[in-house]
């Protein structure tokens, strides 16, 4: 499943390479783009799952830059 989530409070684009490196290394995860220009999030991950994945991802995104919220829904 492939989906575009908007980033809010992204400070930096070495915080987004950050974040990509550690969403690619999440079991189930195939894809992930974080760019910092256009404050978005892509993410090509098993159906089976997704939302389990996601709540990793959150958990990854805070670890990297605490302040920047994924905009799902």
Excluded: H, W
């Amino acid at each position: 499943m492939k989906k575009v989530y908007r980033l809010e409070d992204l400070d930096c684009a070495n915080c987004a390479a950050k974040m990509e490196r550690s969403i690619l290394k999440i079991e189930g995860v195939r894809d992930a783009s974080v760019s910092f220009v256009t404050q978005r999030l892509s993410i090509d991950a098993d159906d089976d799952g997704f939302e389990e994945i996601m709540k990793k991802v959150e958990k990854t995104c805070r670890k990297v830059e605490p302040d920047c919220r994924i905009i799902r829904g």
